[in-house]
């Protein structure tokens, strides 16, 4: 079988551009949504956290079911297509209510409507998601190829979620007196909900299309057999197995809760911690664009001149000491005070440096997933990219749940409440902020790099393993 040794550009532009779905899905839900439930519509922090939190639990739960079917499904359209096709209008339809919840609705109710479609939007879109990850592993078997798919996949997602906030911050949400940030206009949350919806069906669109043309050249389901339940199982089981698959899954749980904490308190840090305007908020926002850039050229350098392994743990050590570096420096009154324009450009240029670490220690550890593909196909006989993408994706949903969980019980001890300006929260509630991000993520951050060193697959082994596969395919 031929393979895709090095997909050309436009093969990259349509795998990548899907990354801007999930972009747009993750920063609204993580960034944004605790802040629309809570702080504007009025509804408990602890109940938006449960109402994310049981949409997660849902949804993890379908991770594997969807890449174990996705591994053996045998259609025309081969085993992933036909799920990126199902989920794309469906997922775009249920974003498009999560931001446009009807007036009258509080309490319970309002719980019960984020709930309910934060629930369809996830399951739809895991529809889309595990699959066309998994193309990553199919598309080709070159080792430094992958991380350049996997850089144009967060390259995209990353630009897609900033985008459609930009959008947000510097356009819908108009500011008026007494609400200098704009947040409390809700005309421009429900925009927010359209313009978000109609991105989502777009990227969606284009990569399953865009794809499309390569199915007779991916990989095949494996043979049919005789499947039971406690076989399934067994075979689930015997994939995740794979020390290397474990390192990264283990880092993933730290990493992602650390993730989830951070985006759910960026605004409350942005807005309360540095008292930045929706404009300033807005600017941070667009400048991390420069941030994916960086990340599109040096992911790939340094997976080639360091190998993907020592490459994310330097990145990630440097990306992960400085995040929280500039919160930590205020605590000791190291920094010029709030409202200064010093203040911002510091926090400007620390933040584009690190985001662009940041994103560049994703790709490098979402291409080294793919590598483990080959070496479990040795050990099984099978090919199980949908099993490790939706192991990834299934940690990924349970940590951010519990770094959502998490962020709510920072603000309550905090005692930053619904509702509550900026203005209105004490110094000592300012500070309590601060301590509780810094440091949070700053443990959980370098016990995430400690699991990644148990990773073992280099460059080497990746070619020893595909030379090995090509003997016994060929009866060696």
Not at 4 to 12: C, D, S, V, Y
Not at 377 to 405: D, N, P, W
Not at 435 to 454: Q, S
Request: aromatic fraction near 12%.
């Amino acid at each position: 079988m031929a393979e895709l040794r090095k997909p050309g550009l436009a093969t990259r532009l349509a795998y990548g551009i899907g990354g801007a779905a999930g972009g747009i899905k993750n920063n609204g839900f993580e960034y944004v949504l605790l802040l629309f439930y809570s702080q504007v519509l009025g509804l408990s922090a602890v109940l938006v956290a449960a109402a994310l939190w049981i949409a997660l639990l849902i949804d993890a739960v379908s991770d594997p079911v969807v890449g174990y079917w996705s591994d053996n499904l045998r259609t025309k359209w081969g085993r992933r297509h036909p799920f990126m096709y199902v989920g794309m209008v469906p997922v775009a339809i249920a974003y498009f209510f999560v931001w446009n919840p009807p007036s009258e609705l509080s309490g319970a109710q309002l719980f019960a409507w984020l709930l309910g479609f934060t629930v369809i939007v996830r399951l739809m879109y895991t529809l889309f998601e595990v699959p066309s990850t998994a193309l990553a592993a199919e598309l080709t078997q070159d080792y430094d190829a992958r991380t350049s798919l996997m850089s144009f996949r967060y390259f995209f997602g990353w630009v897609g979620g900033l985008s459609v906030q930009i959008i947000l911050f510097f356009f819908l949400l108009q500011p008026s007196e007494g609400d200098p940030s704009g947040f409390f206009h809700i005309a421009g949350w429900h925009t927010y909900g359209l313009l978000g919806a109609s991105c989502i069906f777009t990227a969606v669109l284009i990569t399953s299309v865009g794809t499309h043309r390569h199915i007779p050249h991916l990989k095949a389901p494996p043979a049919p057999r005789k499947l039971t339940p406690l076989k399934v199982l067994g075979e689930i089981w015997e994939t995740v197995s794979n020390p290397s698959f474990r390192a990264l899954f283990i880092a993933t749980l730290f990493g992602l809760v650390a993730s989830g904490i951070s985006a759910t308190l960026n605004q409350y840090i942005n807005g309360f911690f540095w008292e930045f305007t929706s404009d300033q908020i807005g600017g941070l926002t667009f400048a991390v664009y420069l941030s994916a850039i960086m990340a599109l050229a040096l992911a790939p350098m340094a997976g080639r001149v360091l190998g993907k392994k020592k490459a994310a743990i330097i990145i990630g050590l440097l990306a992960f000491t400085i995040a929280p570096a500039p919160v930590i420096a205020r605590q000791f009154g190291l920094l010029p005070p709030n409202g200064t324009e010093a203040l911002y450009f510091i926090v400007l240029g620390v933040t584009i440096f690190d985001i662009a670490l940041i994103i560049a220690y994703q790709m490098l550890a979402a291409s080294m997933v793919a590598d483990i593909v080959e070496q479990n196909e040795l050990v099984t006989g099978r090919r199980s990219e949908g099993i490790y993408f939706a192991g990834i994706s299934f940690m990924r949903k349970l940590a951010q749940g519990v770094g959502i969980l998490s962020a709510s019980f920072i603000l309550a001890v905090a005692s930053i409440t619904p509702g509550m300006r900026s203005s209105q929260a004490s110094d000592e509630a300012v500070r309590t902020l601060g301590w509780g991000y810094a440091l949070t993520l700053l443990a959980l951050w370098m016990i995430m790099i400690v699991c990644v060193n148990f990773y073992r697959i280099s460059r080497e082994d990746h070619e020893s393993n595909l030379r090995a596969l090509a003997e016994r395919e060929n009866g060696s």
